[in-house]
């Protein structure tokens, strides 16, 4: 019995020029890099507050004029991965760069022209 991988090695997926798995093995996640911004990504669990933190990201995003989509992600699993312990968070290029609480559009655009 292999409960909870053990003993058992997990299937290495290839990764993305981010550093996330990609979804088919020849497409990259989110293309080539725009600005130094690869993916932006959402974690949440499905709230009011990361609703509403998922569609400031958009907004930052559109007001930059990058072209990078932004994902939202509700699966625990996956947000587990990131070390994220307080909700909503913001991941870019696969670093958590802001978690537990709602920016405004406005505070992502700042956060987003640092990196």
């Known amino acids: 019995m292999a409960l909870f991988y053990f003993g058992k090695k997990r299937e290495e997926k290839p990764a993305c020029c981010c550093g996330s798995e990609t979804k088919a093995e020849s497409a990259c996640c989110c293309g080539a890099p725009v600005e130094g911004i690869c993916c932006v990504k959402v974690l949440g669990a499905g709230c009011k507050s990361c609703h509403e933190q998922y569609e400031n990201a958009k907004a930052a995003v559109a007001a930059l004029g990058l072209k990078v989509d932004v994902e939202y992600i509700t699966d625990m699993e996956k947000i587990m991965e990131y070390g994220v312990m307080s909700m ?9 760069v802001s978690m537990g609480k709602v920016l405004k559009a406005s505070d992502v655009e700042k956060l987003l022209r640092k990196l």
């Open 88 to 96: 909503p968070a913001i991941v870019v290029n696969d670093k958590v």
